[in-house]
């Protein structure tokens, strides 16, 4: 039988290897700034066109390289970054594998052009699928430059499972935002389809971060700063009151390093427990300097996994530290995500029902498909009459002492008090003579009740309100048909880079759902209108940051851009668990539900109601 195995072709090699070490652009551009730091630049720019698809370009001010480091550079396993076996238990660069150069090159279309500092004239180099195609002197500034065009352009099958420009970019700014805060003592730019995205001048860490993320974001830091024998940790962490319900803002940097670890981020959860919901999650940035031989970094081609030496000791290290910070900053629970109101809680609490009405559209009442505030009781004394039978008829079944009834008309306030607490009578009635419960009522504020003729339907008021608003914003934006209200006093938007270029892509989607919002520049936005049927008591700013925040979320399900937004929209401005809602409210928002093409299930995969029938009822009673 002839001999079967033979070696691959360089080029087919590499382009193996590309698979692990290069996923996307964003894989790219963290190689490239990698080497630019390991360089020993002060100064690193970042040019991209078309979220990296069409265009990478790094230029940098470091050491530069030599005509043979130019041409060897790109040879599988070749690094200046170690010697030996031992050198992997010593390593403080970002790079060290000698793998990302060579992957790129059988990749892309590569342009080279580089010079030593004490040298006159540099070195181009162009290679297309490790090929070199072109060598050759050039003038070029001290330094390097390196531009990548046309990703994967001889691998269809990979280049096909690029993202939307949208996506990739957004994947690009996370990685240059890894190595930025990581290196706050370099100056970085980017620029994105010839706009200037970023400009961080040299500074410290906190500064960096705020110039990230915003000015606003400086009041919400806690300084973390503790020094042991095993490892020194510094870094940052959020105030509670400002924890998202997405996650984006925790990072872990091991020796300037970003890394990944679940294991470190229970430990942190753990520092904010009693202080936070379950599902809630704070912001943090954290720096770890620990001795290089006390860990391995040589887990993946990525470098974000790291082992620890004793992992256990790391992380009851990092728990008490953040504990610590909470603690000595005087950090004390001041958000309350969820409100639970007990019905076995309220004992003498009086129920207020107010006759004022939405200051934005006083003509409109109950819950619209937008969502509108709870309709006031107004002068119409048969209305606030039926409206007090109704708050009876609630509780006239429910074991509870001293309920009142309370409403307020202009300075006179009307009492009603339940007759469980006051007549001892009514306790001997007979359970078969009590009235039937026919109108809909909530429990805990968070499901209606609503009695069928085959029993009863437990309707989840959240999931069933995002149902509505998905589909009636998926409506709009099909038809392109929405109402807008002109704020009386435009609000001023100002996003992170990141979150305000996905909000330029998705604009003009945004507008349509009946927003009127116009971009200022430096990452800010005017709004000049809003939806007409948005809910009166919504923050329109922290409705925008919201549905941003959600449309990031979504982009994993790998979703048309109108049902993402579609979906980001109805989860940012539904009803939520803990908002009371008028009789009036709950009929229409059944109503619309069972009006839906789908009311079954909310967008997100929620059940929005569930069936009980009397045979099963009875069956469960009789067991």
Request: charged share 25%; hydrophobic share 35%.
């Amino acid at each position: 039988m002839a001999d079967i195995i033979q070696l691959l072709p360089d080029s087919i090699a590499n382009q193996i290897a590309a698979g692990e070490v290069i996923q996307r652009p964003a894989s790219v551009v963290k190689e490239l700034l990698e080497n630019s730091i390991d360089a020993g630049s002060s100064e690193i720019q970042l040019i991209l066109k078309d979220g990296g698809k069409q265009l990478i370009q790094v230029i940098d001010n470091g050491c530069g390289m030599s005509e043979t480091d130019a041409r060897l550079c790109f040879e599988r396993h070749a690094t200046s970054k170690i010697r030996n076996a031992a050198d992997l238990f010593a390593i403080r660069t970002m790079g060290f594998r000698g793998e990302a150069m060579a992957s790129i090159a059988a990749i892309a279309h590569v342009e080279m052009k580089t010079r030593l500092h004490d040298q006159e004239m540099g070195i181009r180099l162009v290679i297309e699928g490790s090929e070199v195609k072109t060598q050759e002197p050039c003038q070029t500034a001290a330094g390097t430059s390196l531009a990548i065009k046309n990703l994967f352009y001889n691998v269809p099958a990979r280049r096909n499972f690029l993202k939307s420009h949208t996506v990739e970019m957004r994947h690009v700014i996370e990685e240059f935002q890894h190595i930025a805060i990581a290196n706050p003592e370099i100056k970085f730019l980017l620029y994105h389809n010839d706009n200037e995205l970023f400009h961080l001048p040299k500074g410290n860490t906190r500064q960096r971060i705020v110039s990230i993320l915003g000015n606003n974001y400086n009041k919400r830091l806690v300084p973390v700063e503790e020094e042991t024998d095993v490892l020194k940790l510094t870094g940052f962490i959020g105030k509670p009151e400002f924890a998202k319900k997405s996650r984006g803002e925790q990072m872990f940097f091991v020796n300037n390093r970003f890394i990944k670890s679940a294991y470190l981020n229970h430990a942190i959860v753990g520092a904010y427990e009693d202080i936070l919901p379950k599902d809630a999650y704070p912001l943090y940035y954290i720096f770890m300097d620990i001795d290089p031989k006390k860990i391995d970094i040589n887990v993946h081609p990525t470098k974000q996994e790291i082992k620890f030496e004793d992992e256990k000791v790391i992380y009851n290290y990092l728990k008490v530290a953040v504990k610590h910070a909470l603690g000595k900053h005087s950090i004390t629970p001041t958000l309350d995500f969820e409100t639970n109101s007990n019905f076995g809680t309220m004992k003498k609490t009086p129920i207020t029902i107010s006759n004022q009405q939405s200051s934005r559209n006083s003509s409109k009442s109950g819950i619209s498909t937008g969502g509108k505030s709870s309709p006031g009781i107004q002068g119409d004394p048969v209305r606030r009459s039926n409206n007090i039978k109704n708050w009876e008829k609630l509780y006239e079944d429910l074991d509870i002492e001293g309920v009142e009834v309370t409403e307020e008309v202009g300075q006179q306030t009307l009492t009603i008090e339940s007759k469980w607490g006051k007549n001892d009578d009514a306790k001997k009635q007979n359970n078969n003579e009590a009235p039937q419960q026919k109108n809909p009522y909530q429990v805990h504020n968070k499901y209606i009740v609503s009695p069928v003729k085959s029993g009863f339907l437990l309707i989840d008021q959240q999931a069933a309100h995002e149902r509505i608003l998905f589909e009636k914003y998926l409506d709009t934006l099909k038809n392109k048909r929405s109402d807008v209200q002109t704020e009386l006093f435009p609000e001023t938007l100002t996003l992170t880079p990141s979150d305000a270029a996905i909000f330029r892509e998705i604009l003009p989607q945004v507008n349509i759902l009946g927003f009127d919002i116009q971009e200022f520049g430096n990452d800010s936005f005017i709004v000049h209108g809003v939806p007409a049927d948005l809910e009166s008591h919504v923050k329109t700013l922290q409705l925008i940051e919201t549905l941003i925040d959600q449309f990031k979320e979504n982009v994993k399900l790998e979703i048309n851009t109108n049902e993402n937004i579609a979906r980001s929209m109805a989860k940012s401005s539904c009803i939520k668990f803990g908002q009371s809602l008028h009789e009036l409210e709950m009929e229409e928002l059944i109503d619309k539900l069972f009006a839906c093409e789908l009311p079954y299930k909310s967008p997100s995969g929620r059940n929005c109601f569930i069936l009980f029938d009397n045979d099963e009822l009875n069956l469960r009673f009789n067991s």
